[in-house]
């Protein structure tokens, strides 16, 4: 047998490197991953007004598929440019030094907004089980979420912008209902209400209109206690303790060792996000508007994929473009972390 013209290693045939082994490769999952928005700024020049995003939702209105509120959203960039709004060096010495301004919020990126959003998405979940069992039967939507606010402004007639495509025209719209809980509590019949992941409750105990996930976390758990350890004051003046102390320097030690970092470095019972300590957003990126009325906003997180942006022009009613790029990932071809 002629061998020439084919692979063999110790007598034995193996394949050709030709044939390449048919394993399938991961495929990339086909996803919109740009968001372009137009949002009008304040009738009044330099005033700063609000504007809000909703990721996955308008992630779902785009594609034509659900996705999921409760995740890590990584946006990738944000681009905003106004026509009108130029910075230095525009020939309009009026608008040389007055650019316009984007600043992008997030809900805070810590532990505690996590498990506020565990917390509340756990408690509805379960509400939702016991009505089922009571019918024996479940009759939860196709399309059933957890879905919540950013803020109180955002639930109660918050700017919300509107994903559209390169005309101008707007997506059409499909059902996104924020999810509600209900409860007994103070009231004859049911007191229902949405929820915001910062911010104070809205409304009196039987006649929420909101409640503010962060703060009902806060005032829920167990904490430190202040002045830890509990030390007796008289311990500077134990015999014992004075045996050394030669030059009277072990009191003054001992003194400090009793005040200092006796305190967390945080307030005890204030909890990022709740009424009391930074009930909005943290910023993520800002920028101002260059010379040639844009600017590029850098990458972040936006936990629910919930985002703010404040924005002020020196022009009254002045139109931003925004385009909001997603990075590509393994959720649905958008890179997106469970909560």
Request: glycine letters at 10%; charged letters at 20%.
């Amino acid at each position: 047998m002629d061998y020439t013209k084919r692979n063999v290693v110790n007598g034995k045939l193996i394949k050709s490197k030709s044939k390449r082994s048919r394993s399938k490769a991961k495929k990339s999952i086909p996803a919109v991953r740009y968001l372009r928005y137009e949002l009008t700024n304040s009738e009044t020049p330099g005033v700063e007004l609000s504007h809000y995003i909703d990721l996955a939702r308008d992630l779902s209105r785009v594609n034509r598929r659900l996705y999921r509120q409760g995740r890590d959203y990584h946006v990738k960039k944000i681009t905003v440019v106004s026509t009108n709004t130029l910075g230095v060096g525009n020939a309009d010495p009026a608008q040389r030094v007055n650019a316009g301004f984007v600043s992008a919020g997030v809900v805070h990126p810590t532990w505690v907004s996590q498990k506020a959003w565990q917390r509340g998405f756990q408690t509805w979940t379960l509400m939702n089980k016991e009505a089922s069992h009571a019918v024996n039967n479940d009759v939860s939507g196709t399309w059933s979420d957890f879905k919540v606010y950013m803020t109180p402004d955002h639930e109660n007639g918050g700017l919300v912008l509107e994903p559209i495509d390169n005309g101008g025209n707007a997506f059409s719209v499909g059902e996104w209902t924020y999810s509600r809980l209900v409860t007994p509590d103070g009231t004859t019949g049911a007191d229902e209400f949405v929820l915001t992941m910062l911010g104070n409750h809205v409304g009196a105990a039987g006649a929420r209109r909101s409640v503010g996930l962060c703060r009902s976390y806060g005032e829920s758990r167990s904490t430190v206690n202040p002045d830890d350890p509990n030390t007796p004051g008289a311990i500077a003046d134990d015999p014992l303790n004075n045996v050394f102390d030669y030059g009277t320097a072990i009191d003054e030690v001992l003194q400090n060792d009793m005040e200092d970092a006796d305190n967390p470095p945080y307030h005890i019972s204030q909890y990022p996000g709740g009424v009391s300590n930074a009930p909005k957003p943290s910023v993520a990126q800002m920028s101002t508007l260059g010379t040639d009325g844009k600017c590029t906003l850098a990458g972040f997180n936006a936990l629910c994929g919930l985002i703010e942006l404040e924005t002020k022009s020196p022009i009254a009613n002045d139109v931003y473009s925004v385009l909001v790029e997603l990075a590509p990932g393994s959720y649905r071809g958008i890179k997106a972390d469970v909560i």
